[in-house]
């Protein structure tokens, strides 16, 4: 059909616009073609995303449902009957032979896999009065066998029978027969997990393929039910989407998938299934055979902000990292954790980093074998570093043959921290000097910092980081913290003045403020020893520009988000950007209760960011599904959905906490130290 049949009076328009030449007609036509297509192009999508969003409405009949699942003892006492069974059929299968057993891949120095709860083994019946689960819910059994090299299940069978526990045993013995050789073993049971999801409201009908980049979808609280004449009905349950990582667009396609895989439909009969969302009620074992505990959007509730809580996971990071460290000194710098594979690429920066939180962490635990493997790391470092020798006395580190400005600036904290910690094996301070000198080689006249060092004559970027300055200046400011020699703050207030006062200033216009988490730290530490009200406005605007991308207003964000980064449509929060903006955010709430007593806004947001935290890092009772939960355990990700735990992720997560430690613990570590009184 052409377009005077479709759009008869604008091409009726166009052709009687006076008597142009034909070819100022032929124009207008081609525009007005072009403009109908861009409306179509506009329009389509944005209805997409309109009924897309129309799709994800409330589910009907949980209006008034709490966000966390309240605990409930028919759902104790059905996995205490299931972990009976479990436990009793194991004990009767004849042991597994060593070599043949699959066992999870251990990093050097691993911890062990949680054992099983010391509780006496549940009896096989309720006790007398147990009133069970509703007859009227549908419930699945899951059960979990971590067995190293991403297999850890889910093997899954429904609740059928009749009594208080549906039947919770029989679907329990039928889970067992489903486990492959080797996962069926008394020890592989023991470190089983066992979680039960109940369905709960209505079916919501939602688009085929989820709607507009599945935007009818809830990732993490929706499940998708798949229904085909002559089949049983399939759900791909709401947790899913995070244990096996999926996009929300491709939710209805994972659900398809597996149904195909665990149920044994054909992909003819997958494609042409209805779907609809649903949502459930779940519960896991915190531990093997542990107390119950709700599961929402793949995760559990994770401790309160308290010190207790920050203490522990500064200490369990620390362990992870430490366990990452080879007999080198290298760190892992990406271990997949759902594949339970090391992914490849390093980052010498991000090493030295991770090595200065290690020694954060030591402050904190006391672990000698997180101490041990800060020492590793930091021979590794300084297998990196050069003297310079064009300026002998001065050194800097190499990474192929980059050499990069933040290197040497994370490095000096590095080096710093363990001159606090372990004064009697610090490196000689002259070599930190001589880092010193080479940031100080490295500042322009105006203040600003180059961002590599062209030391053979090869360098030809002319790129500006904008972090690495601020590595730089609060490498500086601690290197003066330590040795008390005013050279080193002057070089890093002349470094700060710069970016506070010309960085992204045009005709004496601020055009941007970027969220600089080094340099709000690097100006939160400069405060206490040169304090200056303009630097000190700035570091308050720095802190301002971060908590605008922060999820902080509690109405409006479902509570296991709050407190987490503004993302894209189909992304749920990043877990490592939480990290290094909570290293910034608690500097800032450190500013404020020195600066501004009479304000809580800073702490506020540091606190809410330090909850998301908390929440996401990998512990024992959300790490259920992973095939080697021990390794994986303290640990960070990119995000929800990622199985990437990466060094520098674990770095910023720790080294947030160790910031905010101060404001719920007087006795805490100074996360800066002193400014000596004589130079050594």
């Given at each position: 059909?052409?377009?005077?049949?479709?759009?008869?009076?604008?091409?009726?328009?166009?052709?009687?616009?006076?008597?142009?030449?034909?070819?100022?007609?032929?124009?207008?036509?081609?525009?007005?073609?072009?403009?109908?297509?861009?409306?179509?192009?506009?329009?389509?999508?944005?209805?997409?995303?309109?009924s897309g969003v129309a799709a994800r409405g409330p589910t009907p009949g949980l209006e008034d449902e709490p966000f966390y699942p309240p605990s409930d003892t028919a759902v104790d006492a059905t996995l205490a009957v299931a972990r009976h069974t479990l436990?009793?059929?194991?004990?009767?299968?004849?042991?597994?032979?060593?070599?043949?057993?699959?066992?999870?891949?251990?990093?050097?120095?691993?911890?062990?896999?949680?054992?099983?709860?010391?509780?006496?083994?549940?009896?096989?019946?309720?006790?007398?009065?147990?009133?069970?689960?509703?007859?009227?819910?549908?419930?699945?059994?899951?059960?979990?066998?971590?067995?190293?090299?991403?297999?850890?299940?889910?093997?899954?069978?429904?609740?059928?029978?009749?009594?208080?526990?549906?039947?919770?045993?029989?679907?329990?013995?039928?889970?067992?027969?489903?486990?492959?050789?080797?996962?069926?073993?008394?020890?592989?049971?023991?470190?089983?997990?066992?979680?039960?999801?109940?369905?709960?409201?209505?079916?919501?009908?939602?688009?085929?393929?989820?709607?507009?980049?599945?935007?009818?979808?809830?990732?993490?609280?929706?499940?998708?039910?798949?229904?085909?004449?002559?089949?049983e009905p399939f759900r791909w349950l709401p947790s899913w989407t995070i244990e096996k990582p999926s996009a929300r667009r491709h939710m209805h396609r994972s659900a398809r998938r597996a149904a195909r895989r665990m149920a044994g439909w054909g992909k003819?009969?997958?494609?042409?299934?209805?779907?609809?969302?649903?949502?459930?009620?779940?519960?896991?074992?915190?531990?093997?055979?542990?107390?119950?505990?709700?599961?929402?959007?793949?995760?559990?509730?994770?401790?309160?902000?308290?010190?207790?809580?920050?203490?522990?996971?500064?200490?369990?990071?620390?362990?992870?990292?430490?366990?990452?460290?080879?007999?080198?000194?290298?760190?892992?710098?990406?271990?997949?954790?759902?594949?339970?594979?090391?992914?490849?690429?390093?980052?010498?920066?991000?090493?030295?980093?991770?090595?200065?939180?290690?020694?954060?962490?030591?402050?904190?635990?006391?672990?000698?074998?997180?101490?041990?493997?800060?020492?590793?790391?930091?021979?590794?470092?300084?297998?990196?570093?050069?003297?310079?020798?064009?300026?002998?006395?001065?050194?800097?580190?190499?990474?192929?043959?980059?050499?990069?400005?933040?290197?040497?600036?994370?490095?000096?904290?590095?080096?710093?921290?363990?001159?606090?910690?372990?004064?009697?094996?610090?490196?000689?301070?002259?070599?930190?000097?001589?880092?010193?000198?080479?940031?100080?080689?490295?500042?322009?006249?105006?203040?600003?910092?180059?961002?590599?060092?062209?030391?053979?004559?090869?360098?030809?970027?002319?790129?500006?980081?904008?972090?690495?300055?601020?590595?730089?200046?609060?490498?500086?400011?601690?290197?003066?913290?330590?040795?008390?020699?005013?050279?080193?703050?002057?070089?890093?207030?002349?470094?700060?003045?710069?970016?506070?006062?010309?960085?992204?200033?045009?005709?004496?216009?601020?055009?941007?403020?970027?969220?600089?988490?080094?340099?709000?730290?690097?100006?939160?530490?400069?405060?206490?020893?040169?304090?200056?009200?303009?630097?000190?406005?700035?570091?308050?605007?720095?802190?301002?520009?971060?908590?605008?991308?922060?999820?902080?207003?509690?109405?409006?964000?479902?509570?296991?988000?709050?407190?987490?980064?503004?993302?894209?449509?189909g992304s749920l929060p990043p877990t490592a950007t939480a990290g290094s903006f909570g290293e910034a955010l608690s500097a800032w709430a450190r500013l404020e209760a020195r600066r501004r007593p009479e304000s809580t806004r800073a702490r506020e947001v540091?606190?809410?960011?330090?909850?998301?935290?908390?929440?996401?890092?990998?512990?024992?009772?959300?790490?259920?599904?992973?095939?080697?939960?021990?390794?994986?355990?303290?640990?960070?990700?990119?995000?929800?959905?990622?199985?990437?735990?990466?060094?520098?992720?674990?770095?910023?997560?720790?080294?947030?906490?160790?910031?905010?430690?101060?404001?719920?613990?007087?006795?805490?570590?100074?996360?800066?130290?002193?400014?000596?009184?004589?130079?050594?």
């Amino acid at each position: 059909m052409g377009l005077g049949a479709r759009y008869p009076a604008l091409v009726t328009s166009a052709n009687q616009t006076s008597s142009a030449p034909a070819w100022k007609g032929r124009v207008v036509s081609v525009l007005l073609f072009a403009a109908i297509l861009a409306w179509i192009a506009l329009i389509s999508p944005v209805r997409e995303y309109a009924s897309g969003v129309a799709a994800r409405g409330p589910t009907p009949g949980l209006e008034d449902e709490p966000f966390y699942p309240p605990s409930d003892t028919a759902v104790d006492a059905t996995l205490a009957v299931a972990r009976h069974t479990l436990t009793e059929l194991a004990a009767e299968e004849p042991a597994v032979p060593e070599d043949a057993a699959e066992e999870p891949v251990s990093a050097e120095g691993a911890a062990e896999e949680p054992a099983a709860a010391e509780e006496p083994v549940a009896e096989a019946a309720p006790a007398p009065g147990f009133t069970g689960l509703d007859a009227d819910r549908e419930c699945l059994l899951s059960l979990y066998v971590p067995r190293g090299g991403g297999k850890a299940g889910p093997f899954v069978r429904m609740l059928s029978g009749e009594g208080p526990d549906r039947g919770a045993a029989e679907a329990a013995q039928l889970l067992y027969e489903d486990l492959p050789d080797g996962a069926d073993s008394a020890e592989a049971i023991a470190r089983s997990r066992l979680k039960l999801d109940c369905v709960i409201g209505e079916e919501r009908a939602i688009p085929k393929d989820g709607g507009f980049r599945g935007l009818a979808v809830d990732q993490g609280l929706d499940g998708i039910v798949l229904r085909l004449k002559g089949q049983e009905p399939f759900r791909w349950l709401p947790s899913w989407t995070i244990e096996k990582p999926s996009a929300r667009r491709h939710m209805h396609r994972s659900a398809r998938r597996a149904a195909r895989r665990m149920a044994g439909w054909g992909k003819a009969e997958a494609a042409k299934a209805s779907v609809a969302a649903f949502r459930t009620r779940a519960y896991v074992e915190s531990s093997p055979g542990g107390p119950v505990v709700p599961v929402v959007r793949g995760n559990t509730k994770g401790p309160d902000l308290e010190p207790s809580s920050i203490r522990e996971a500064i200490s369990i990071a620390g362990a992870y990292l430490a366990r990452e460290t080879d007999s080198r000194g290298k760190i892992t710098y990406h271990y997949n954790d759902r594949k339970d594979t090391l992914e490849g690429g390093y980052n010498l920066l991000r090493h030295a980093g991770s090595t200065y939180s290690m020694l954060q962490a030591y402050r904190i635990s006391g672990d000698a074998a997180v101490l041990a493997g800060s020492e590793r790391a930091i021979g590794y470092f300084r297998r990196k570093m050069r003297e310079d020798s064009k300026h002998p006395g001065e050194w800097f580190a190499v990474e192929g043959r980059r050499a990069k400005l933040g290197a040497i600036g994370l490095g000096l904290l590095m080096f710093v921290e363990h001159a606090k910690v372990a004064p009697d094996r610090a490196h000689d301070r002259e070599l930190l000097r001589g880092m010193g000198r080479h940031i100080q080689r490295m500042q322009l006249p105006s203040g600003e910092f180059t961002s590599f060092y062209n030391w053979d004559g090869k360098e030809r970027s002319t790129r500006k980081s904008i972090f690495y300055s601020g590595e730089a200046i609060l490498g500086l400011v601690r290197l003066h913290q330590l040795t008390g020699e005013q050279q080193w703050l002057d070089v890093a207030v002349k470094g700060a003045d710069f970016l506070v006062h010309d960085r992204w200033v045009a005709l004496g216009i601020r055009l941007h403020i970027p969220p600089d988490a080094w340099l709000l730290q690097a100006l939160v530490e400069m405060d206490r020893v040169a304090p200056d009200e303009g630097r000190a406005d700035y570091a308050f605007a720095l802190g301002k520009s971060i908590a605008q991308l922060k999820l902080l207003d509690a109405e409006r964000t479902p509570p296991d988000l709050l407190g987490g980064e503004v993302a894209g449509i189909g992304s749920l929060p990043p877990t490592a950007t939480a990290g290094s903006f909570g290293e910034a955010l608690s500097a800032w709430a450190r500013l404020e209760a020195r600066r501004r007593p009479e304000s809580t806004r800073a702490r506020e947001v540091a606190e809410m960011n330090a909850r998301f935290q908390l929440r996401h890092q990998l512990r024992t009772d959300n790490t259920w599904y992973l095939s080697n939960p021990a390794r994986a355990h303290g640990g960070w990700r990119k995000r929800m959905t990622s199985g990437e735990v990466r060094n520098d992720h674990v770095q910023h997560n720790l080294s947030g906490l160790f910031g905010i430690l101060p404001l719920y613990d007087e006795s805490a570590p100074d996360i800066g130290l002193f400014v000596a009184e004589t130079s050594p």
